[in-house]
Each structure stands twice: as C-alpha cells, then as structure tokens.
C-alpha cells in the first residue's frame, strides 16, 4: 500500500500506540473461539488469518478453536439427515457423529489451517483424539419437552463435554512457531468419539492452558439487555440475574456459561467479541474499544 507523508504518519502514531498492549500480551496465550461470518465471509476470513499471524509474529501465542454448525448443517441436509437441537445441542446418532467429525475434522479445520497459513502462519490442525489430548465423557441435557411438567435428563447420542485436557501438546506449540487449530471433537478411554459444542472446548482450553483471554467470536453486537442494548461490561453476579430473568438464552447460554467457567478458574478476561466486525481480534487486543460483552471476575461492572 502507497502512502501520503500525512497517512505514513498516522500510520506509525497508530503502530506506537500499540505497544503498552503488545508488551501486556506479549508472552501471553489468547485462546479464539472462530466461528459464524468471520469463518464465511471472504474478506472476513482473510482478515481473521491475518490477525492471528500477526498475534504470532509479536510473541503472542493465539490457540484457535473453531466451530462448523452451519457446514454441518449444510453436509447433514446433502445426505438426506435431519438437524434437530436440544438446549443448543446437536442431537449425534451415529450417522451424524460421522459426519460431524468428518465436516469438523477434514474440511473445516483444514480450510483454516490453509487461511493461516496462506496469510504467512505455520497452522497445525488437531482434533481432539490428536495424542487423545481433549478427553470426553458423555453429556446429558435437561429438557422439559411440550406437555411434561417437569424437565428430565435427554440422551441426545454422542454429544460430550470435556473432562480433562492435556496441555502438553499445546505447550510444545506453544513454545515454537506452529499455531495450533482445534476442532471440538473428544474422545473417551474406550476410543469413543465425542461432538462438544466448539464454545464448551474453548473455555476449557482457555483453563487449561490458563490463558489470558478468551474471546468468542459470533455474529451479535455482544450480550444484550431486553431492549437490544450491548451490555459492554458484566460481572458473574450480573450475569447469573441475566439468565434467570430469561434475558441470556438460546446459542447465548453456552458461550456465558463458559466465560465464566474460564474467569472463575483463573483465566483474566473472557470477551464475547462481534465477529462482524473486521479485525475485531485486534480491536480487542490493541484498543480499548473493543467490540461486544467483556466478562470479568468481579462483583461489579468490568
Ligand atoms: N442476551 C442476549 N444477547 C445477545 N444474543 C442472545 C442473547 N440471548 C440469546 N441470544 C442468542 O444467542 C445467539 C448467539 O449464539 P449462537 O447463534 O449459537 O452463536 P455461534 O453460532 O456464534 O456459536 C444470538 O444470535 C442470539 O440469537
Ligand atoms: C454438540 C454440538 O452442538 N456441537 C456442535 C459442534 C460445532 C459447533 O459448536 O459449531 P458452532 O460454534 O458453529 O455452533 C454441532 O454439532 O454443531
């Protein structure tokens, strides 16, 4: 790009103001949750690819973790299986288990490891089931369906959460230049496949690794009040009042729960980021404007 004297400027003004953050989160690991139109929309993608190299080349270490919904959705629909929900969760028979890791683990991991690596990264791709490092155990949901009067627990086939994660993998890229890219797949001592929702598995890294952040891209303007207004700032207390007057529901209850999970276990922020907005990771880690809900471990606003 061709600059004036004036822009060259401002662009070397910006670069300087960036430093106290670069020297806050140098060394540090920031664990992205990547998914709904930053993972779609060209433009979007490559400036997402971007941003992690960029975090690379200036001794950040990112982790992504990467979500695939909608591409699941789309393979299910080829193959003539239904998609059904239950509290946020995909109902996985054995067909969809098989297709979900097949999606999760072949084509969208490795379109993202490509993006990263094609902006100048050195992107490593990993399911869970790599050296077993994300270990699952089977996840029960209640759910009271139409016409039960009370909510009972719903076995809804090969859905997991996470039960322990082995950090050493991540340690060892951590330490060299490789980015590791995680698909939201587990598995159990048996050998058994487990499909975890992508927010549940970045939490949980976030912990494990005892990440300095953990920011969760969606397609939202951040977690907001009843009347539509972007909450910027919440603290759990808040948040749990949130979820019991129903104003926190839906994809939403996943990503809080987790946020808060991560900052309750010693992770110091958790930030529900607008994936819509371009560059939106560096917004958050080079300004302080960032763009959605920041979750922080304080009985009172962020
Ligand atoms: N208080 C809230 N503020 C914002 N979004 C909310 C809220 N409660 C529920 N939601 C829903 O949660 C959705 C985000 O979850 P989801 O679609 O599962 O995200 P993703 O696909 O990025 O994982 C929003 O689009 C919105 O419909
Ligand atoms: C159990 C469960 O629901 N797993 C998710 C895993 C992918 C995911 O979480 O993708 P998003 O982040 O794009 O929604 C699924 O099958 O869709």
Do not use: W
């Not at 806050?24 to 993972?39: E, H, P, Q």
């Not at 992770?267 to 529900?272: L, M």
Request: net charge negative; aromatic share 4%; charged share 20%.
């Amino acid at each position: 790009m061709a600059y004036t004297r004036e822009s060259a400027l401002d662009v070397a003004q910006v670069l300087s103001e960036s430093l106290p953050y670069i020297q806050r989160f140098a060394g540090k690991t920031l664990v992205i949750k990547y998914g709904g139109n930053a993972m779609t929309d060209e433009a979007l993608q490559a400036g997402f690819a971007r941003d992690i190299v960029l975090m690379k080349a200036i001794g950040i270490n990112p982790i992504v973790v990467h979500g695939g919904g909608p591409q699941i959705g789309e393979m299910l629909q080829k193959l003539n299986i239904e998609s059904k929900f239950i509290n946020g969760m995909r109902v996985t028979d054995g067909a969809t288990m098989d297709v979900v890791e097949m999606v999760l683990g072949g084509q969208v991991n490795k379109d993202i490891v490509n993006l990263i690596n094609r902006a100048g990264g050195k992107a490593i791709g990993l399911t869970g089931k790599d050296s077993n490092f994300i270990k699952a155990k089977k996840l029960f949901v209640k759910h009271q369906a139409e016409g039960m009067s009370a909510p009972e627990q719903v076995d809804i086939g090969h859905v997991g959460e996470v039960s322990s994660i082995d950090t050493s993998v991540l340690s060892v890229l951590e330490n060299s230049d490789f980015i590791p890219v995680i698909a939201p797949i587990g598995v159990d001592d048996e050998g058994n496949s487990y499909n975890i929702n992508a927010d549940l598995v970045a939490g949980k890294v976030a912990e494990a690794v005892n990440a300095e952040k953990l920011m969760l891209l969606t397609n939202i303007s951040g977690v907001q009040d009843k009347q539509g207004n972007v909450l910027t700032g919440l603290s759990t207390a808040q948040v749990d009042a949130l979820i019991a007057d129903g104003t926190i529901y839906g994809g939403m209850l996943p990503k809080i729960s987790c946020a808060l999970s991560a900052v309750n276990a010693g992770v110091t922020s958790a930030v529900i980021v607008d994936g819509r907005v371009p560059h939106a990771t560096l917004l958050e880690i080079f300004t302080d404007t960032g763009v959605g809900t920041l979750i922080t471990n304080q009985n009172k606003d962020a």
